[in-house]
């Protein structure tokens, strides 16, 4: 049996019955299924970030007998070792400790490498409400996780970057708590991403971690979004799917004050008709707070109102054609190694952005922290949010595409409120092939479904014979904008062969070259012909440039990328020692020449 296979087969189970939420039994070998409660980053929570007790497992003797799950005979029970009781050979509390969130890599030289099972504990006071689910919320943690609070296993989940929430109202007690978390990182080869990606596979509870009371009857989804006659629908979905619950949608600015009934799936819809509504965009990036209501359960969240579309090669932002000027972003950390995890992180990479003249960011390659989506809001910039389906994956395996399709719905779940997301991405650089594409339609018809307002794209390597790129990738008429990634003067060629390239948009729809760029360390300086001076970079830039304005169907860019990121395929001493340098800003937060390059070319182009 395939290591995840637990987990996922349920998740299946779980779409196909439709269902939400589960509290399960710590006895119980099958998967407890977290929920996704909506805009946890808006209600008042416990945060658990800071300190917790680690134990390293590589032989993942943790378990105990029983194996996992359920495992809350091993570590999960959290007792303390005594003198005179029965013999027990681990105890977090004199365990060291590393802080939450982050990778375990960066916290301690002996983890850099690890890959595997560890433990996290931590003790904390909580007083939970009566008639409350009490919720244990995770932000994202690498990659498969079990959580046990006072020893009761109370979910399982797989996946690094999205998040999930437990319910934990039966076994939270009033006064102390134990909470353990149990994260392997261990790549496998049915997983996504699997076995091989270019960028360091970082372990650990690598975003924040808190803990909230929710009433018994609980907002888990809402959202509204703009239509082009300037009317607004939307749907607020009530915990319980109990039928005829009252819902109420104020947004106090548009004098919007509206009730609806829940269905019998716990659906209430909404249609708007604000009289002056002023659109969101990335000149004027208005956000309106908005009061959604469902008995004892009250949700505030700043949304911003724009409609999406493409007509034709052109991306309309309002019903206006907007030419994306963007930039790639790993999730790493500026100024320090590691996982971006903090407001500050947020701000320094997207104040960059901003700084370059970007009205767009590739989110590469999987869901960032949500305070990225959250700061492209009210920064105004435009972003692709991407699923870690990258290169070649496990297609014909069921199991791994189930896991992809959890992470797609948990994509969309989270920030299908943000006006700043345009673009739903299905995959990075996959290989044309039957099994590929009918795994990614699987896919694009789920997005589809989940969210009809949103466009579809997924990057795509660029083909080349001779000098013309040749756009035949069989997934390319089932998606809105198509995203290409080339190499000219870096993978193949030199610098200034790239405007003797020709390119052709057969299908009329929009194109991003999603993925251009070169290796530069920053600090080398050199003749432009010579490979990762900074010349170098800003000469594949330049040649670049000259190549897309003989491009007139192009509708956007996103440079790769900006800032250089860790990748142990990377291993050019004195050079990358580990790093990808295709950065415009260093690790370090040193900017390249190409830095002020691209930025005079956008500026060029607003
Ligand atoms: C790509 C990948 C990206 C790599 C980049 C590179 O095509 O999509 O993940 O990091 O090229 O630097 O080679």
């Given at each position: 049996m395939p290591r995840r296979r637990l987990s996922v087969s349920l998740f299946r189970f779980l779409l196909l019955l439709a269902t939400t939420s589960t509290l399960a039994h710590a006895e119980d070998a099958q998967p407890i299924q977290p929920t996704l409660l909506a805009d946890i980053d808006h209600r008042p929570a416990m945060s658990l970030n800071g300190p917790w007790h680690i134990i390293?497992?590589?032989y993942k003797g943790g378990w105990g007998a029983e194996g996992?799950?359920?495992?809350?005979h091993g570590y999960g029970a959290d007792r303390q070792p005594s003198p005179d009781g029965p013999l027990q050979e681990y105890s977090f509390v004199a365990s060291p400790t590393i802080h939450v969130p982050g990778d375990w890599n960066t916290q301690r030289p002996d983890l850099f490498y690890y890959e595997g099972?560890?433990?996290?504990?931590?003790?904390?006071?909580?007083?939970?409400?009566?008639?409350?689910?009490?919720?244990?919320?995770?932000?994202?943690?690498?990659?498969e996780t079990h959580a046990f609070v006072n020893g009761v296993r109370v979910c399982d989940h797989v996946g690094g970057f999205t998040p999930f929430d437990c319910e934990i109202t039966s076994a939270i007690r009033e006064g102390q708590n134990s909470v353990v978390i149990a994260v392997d990182n261990q790549r496998a080869k049915e997983d996504v991403p699997t076995l091989k990606t270019d960028w360091w596979n970082y372990g650990g509870l690598t975003r924040d971690v808190s803990v909230l009371d929710v009433p018994e009857q609980y907002i888990d989804d809402a959202w509204l979004h703009l239509n082009n006659d300037g009317t607004i629908d939307g749907e607020v979905h009530v915990a319980g799917e109990e039928a005829g619950r009252d819902v109420t949608v104020r947004i106090a600015e548009l004098k919007i004050d509206v009730s609806a009934k829940t269905d019998d799936k716990g659906r209430a819809h909404f249609h708007l008709e604000p009289a002056h509504l002023e659109r969101w965009s990335p000149e004027h990036p208005r956000l309106y707070r908005v009061e959604y209501a469902a008995g004892a359960d009250r949700l505030q969240d700043d949304v911003g109102f724009r409609t999406i579309a493409v007509e034709g090669d052109r991306i309309l932002l309002n019903g206006k054609p907007i030419f994306l000027r963007g930039v790639n972003i790993q999730g790493?950390?500026?100024f320090r190694d590691g996982r971006a995890y903090s407001d500050a992180d947020a701000q320094t990479l997207l104040g960059w952005a901003k700084e370059l003249h970007c009205n767009f960011v590739r989110l590469a390659h999987y869901p960032h922290d949500e305070r990225m989506t959250r700061l492209a809001d009210r920064l105004g910039i435009l972003v692709w949010s991407e699923i870690p389906v990258y290169w070649s994956i496990d297609w014909s395996n069921p199991d791994t595409l189930a896991v992809a399709r959890q992470q797609l719905d948990a994509m969309i779940h989270r920030d299908h409120n943000k006006a700043s997301v345009i673009l739903w991405s299905m995959s990075n650089e996959t290989p044309p092939g039957p099994e590929r594409t009918a795994f990614l339609r699987e896919l694009i018809a789920q997005a589809r479904k989940e969210d009809p307002t949103r466009l579809i794209t997924s990057a795509i390597v660029t083909k080349f014979h001779d000098k013309t790129a040749v756009l035949d990738d069989p997934i390319a008429p089932d998606l809105d904008v198509l995203g290409y990634n080339e190499y000219i003067g870096w993978y193949m060629g030199k610098p200034e062969d790239a405007p003797a390239y020709t390119w052709e948009d057969p299908l009329h729809k929009p194109v991003i070259l999603s993925e251009f760029g070169a290796e530069a360390k920053a600090g080398l300086h050199g003749p432009a012909t010579r490979r990762f001076t900074e010349e170098y970079q800003a000469a594949v830039?330049?040649?670049?440039?000259?190549?897309?304005?003989?491009?007139?169907?192009?509708?956007?860019?996103?440079?790769?990328?900006?800032?250089?990121?860790?990748?142990?395929?990377?291993?050019?001493?004195?050079?990358q020692d580990g790093f990808n340098r295709k950065g415009l800003v260093s690790d370090k937060g040193v900017k390249k020449q190409s830095f002020s390059v691209l930025q005079d070319y956008y500026a060029r182009k607003q």
């Open positions: 390293v497992d590589p996992k799950p359920p495992g809350a099972l560890l433990w996290y504990e931590r003790i904390f006071d909580y007083h939970p409400r009566t008639h409350a689910h009490t919720i244990l919320h995770v932000g994202a943690s690498n990659y790493e950390a500026p830039y330049q040649g670049q440039f000259a190549m897309f304005d003989k491009m007139p169907f192009l509708a956007g860019l996103s440079a790769w990328l900006l800032m250089d990121f860790r990748s142990p395929t990377r291993q050019l001493p004195d050079i």
